[in-house]
């Protein structure tokens, strides 16, 4: 993801391209309040099984995981195998589970494109006989009623294989010596040759230019860092619906934090992106007892995520990375079906929901809708569930899960809720107060 990725300046602006606004175009509105979507890290790194997708191939990472030289990363390229892949049931069962858009890895930081790409000599058209994988996943969404995200990543580690150094933080000095292909010490990065900037930014943009021209509408672009080869405006006169993230061109439609809840809420369209299962890695591995995409972490730990999210106004982006042969693991769909029985009772607190006053006014995250306000009541929470400086008692207030009704204490404009013990599920239990006219 782009928070590790090298540093590259965005391109700056030209005369002729206007100062950046966010999109109007009323095919892209549905993003500001999607709710949940589905990240999917996918590439060659799922054949080791013990590495990151990208990261996998840097020594030195300050976060940990599995690490092989960036000569043993490349060559898993023949044994990529996607046998089985089943971008619909993936995405059917995202769907059932609530989710509004599904953005995958077209081509991660290793350079691997996952569409057999004119451009470049590194991909599915080199080593899978050419065989589209970005298609079926784009027509699967479409089947499945979810909007169509695609990621690309600019920066290009197979392209710049020798004329970059794989040690994170690499210095040169004793000690942080710069790492060549197979992690030898180099006295110094090779400089790169006269014309390769310009071939890498016609590179770039050439596989943009077939992302955004040989699939259809596609309604989220998410770069993870420069060269920004197409500005902005050339995206949107190609795909006038889309929504686009700031990481290549430092503005976009919507803010990406990633992996780290914000301190408060952010301005505009926004969305969190985290992984979910137990893994400080994006792509598929299981060699790691504790660190598996095996394993998934509970639903209760996602919805703590996702409330605070919707309570704030953004969106959220959970990651889940495919098997090499293309399936995902059977705990995906076991936790899609917890959250989807979840969503089945109290959904409509979070889909279609504004942000609410917390925590200025709750003691509890609050999401709301119309005259209603739904408090949401997480896992571990302790101490009174309040509403303060409310101008009336509520009309009702209820249970989101079961319907019955919950007893309240209104005193001073402070709403006080007195639940049962016995309503406590360990997951979200959702209360509805109804505030009336």
């Known amino acids: 993801m782009g928070k590790r990725t090298r540093a590259v300046a965005p391109m700056a602006g030209s005369a002729a391209e206007p100062p950046f606004e966010r999109t109007t175009h009323p095919d892209a509105q549905w993003f500001g309040n999607a709710g949940l979507g589905l990240f999917v890290h996918w590439g060659i790194s799922s054949v080791d099984r013990g590495i990151d997708l990208s990261w996998g191939m840097m020594a030195d990472k ?129 400089p790169e040759p006269a014309g390769f900037d310009d071939d890498f930014r016609a590179y770039v ?37 889309i929504v686009i993230n700031p990481r290549a061109h430092g503005e976009g439609d919507y803010l990406t934090p990633e992996c780290e809840m914000p301190a408060r809420p952010l301005p505009g369209w926004w969305e969190l992106c985290e992984i979910w299962p137990p893994s400080c890695g994006w792509g598929y591995s299981d060699r790691y007892p504790g660190s598996s995409h095996r394993e998934y972490r509970t639903v209760g730990w996602l919805l703590s995520r996702f409330v605070r999210v919707r309570s704030w106004g953004g969106n959220y982006l959970i990651n889940c990375g495919p098997m090499a042969d293309g399936r995902m693991p059977r705990t995906y ?54 509403v303060r400086g409310a101008a009336r008692a509520p009309r009702a207030v209820r249970l989101q899960r079961t319907g019955e009704p919950v007893r309240w204490r209104f005193l001073r404009g402070v709403l006080t809720l007195e639940p049962s013990i016995y309503v406590w599920t360990g997951l979200d239990d959702v209360f509805a107060i109804e505030w009336g006219g």
């Open 62 to 190: 300050p976060w940990g995981g599995g690490t092989i030289t960036p000569e043993q990363y490349f060559a898993l390229a023949p044994r990529f195998s996607p046998r089985h892949y089943e971008p619909d049931r993936w995405l059917a069962a995202a769907r059932e589970a609530g989710f509004a858009y599904a953005v995958m890895t077209a081509k991660h930081h290793d350079g691997f494109a996952l569409w057999p790409s004119a451009h470049g000599h590194f991909g599915v058209r080199q080593h899978l006989q050419g065989r589209d994988l970005v298609r079926p996943f784009v027509e699967a969404c479409r089947r499945q009623g979810l909007r169509v995200g695609l990621y690309y990543s600019p920066p290009d580690w197979f392209w710049h294989r020798h004329h970059m150094s794989f040690r994170y933080g690499s210095t040169g000095a004793p000690g942080r010596e710069h790492l060549g292909l197979r992690h030898e010490p180099l006295s110094c990065v090779a």
């Open 205 to 241: 943009r050439g596989q943009a230019l077939e992302l955004l021209t040989a699939y259809g509408n596609i309604d989220v672009l998410f770069f993870d860092g420069g060269p920004a080869a197409l500005s902005v405006n050339e995206i949107r006169q190609l795909q006038p619906g």
């Open 333 to 386: 769909y076991q936790r899609l079906r917890e959250l989807g029985a979840w969503m089945g009772h109290s959904g409509e607190s979070l889909l279609g929901t504004q942000a609410g006053p917390y925590p200025e006014v709750g003691t509890v995250p609050i999401t709301v809708r119309g005259t209603t306000w739904y408090l949401h009541v997480g896992l571990g929470h302790q101490g009174p569930i309040r």
